[in-house]
T-cell receptor, first 115, second 111 residues
Framework: DVKVTQSSRYLVKRTGEKVFLECVQDMDHENMFWYRQDPGLGLRLIYF???????EKGDIPEGYSVSREKKERFSLILESASTNQTSMYLCASSLRGISAGNTIYFGEGSWLTVV | GENVEQHPSTLSVQEGDSAVIKCTYSDSASNYFPWYKQELGKRPQLIID?????GEKKDQRIAVTLNKTAKHFSLHITETQPEDSAVYFCAASINNNDMRFGAGTRLTVKP
């Protein structure tokens, strides 16, 4: 059974703080993703990575960076948190070959509140 | 890039009725279309998918149809039950490493 684990489920941070959201998957998946989920806006792609040390911008990368030093771990970094980054963040992973039908598996989500 | 639009944003049906959710996509190169169900407080999970070489796929009470010419695909749930209440997301993939989602439909099935 695929497991995508997000280390922090609920965080409260202050404006200007640096925030790290960690994600680990245990199925040797090449692809990893960070999405942001907001009501009425669905799942918006922030960044994805298709290999170690590789990253690609999604639709809303501004204010975020990512790190993939090991295949199983993909970190989302908010360099200077702002209130408009209050949201639910979903990590996901998949085998390479999404268009061939390889499923994306999601973590449980991290609820971030920036005050 | 790919743009996926999903309608309606909310849908309320009586138990036993059918529910239909529709999505359109912009990139004609898209070739894989999954649907995810997200129950309250839980992670999205795949419920059915369809590839571009197929027009329809069915799994018990759920089915998905795809019209490549019109660039739209739909989720059909028959004989709805209260446990079908959730947020449903459509998605489209244009290559091996990228997936874009619709805004979601909140389905409520009233007993």
């Amino acid at each position: 059974d695929v497991k995508v684990t997000q280390s922090s489920r609920y965080l409260v941070k202050r404006t200007g703080e640096k925030v790290f959201l960690e994600c680990v998957q245990d199925m040797d998946h090449e692809n990893m993703f960070w999405y942001r989920q907001d009501p009425g806006l669905g799942l918006r792609l922030i960044y994805f990575s298709y290999d170690v040390k590789m990253k690609e911008k999604g639709d809303i990368p501004e204010g975020y960076s990512v790190s993939r030093e090991k295949k199983e771990r993909f970190s989302l970094i908010l360099e200077s948190a702002s209130t408009n980054q209050t949201s639910m963040y979903l990590c996901a992973s998949s085998l390479r070959g999404i268009s061939a039908g390889n499923t994306i598996y999601f973590g449980e989500g991290s609820w971030l509140t920036v005050v | 890039g790919e743009n996926v639009e999903q309608h309606p944003s909310t849908l309320s049906v009586q138990e036993g009725d059918s529910a239909v959710i529709k999505c359109t996509y912009s990139d004609s190169a898209s070739n894989y279309f999954p649907w995810y169900k997200q129950e309250l407080g839980k992670r999205p999970q795949l419920i059915i998918d369809i590839r571009s070489n197929v027009g329809e796929k069915k799994d018990q009470r759920i089915a998905v149809t795809l019209n490549k010419t019109a660039k739209h695909f739909s989720l059909h749930i028959t004989e709805t039950q209260p446990e079908d209440s959730a947020v449903y997301f459509c998605a489209a993939s244009i290559n091996n490493n990228d997936m874009r989602f619709g805004a979601g439909t909140r389905l409520t099935v009233k007993p």
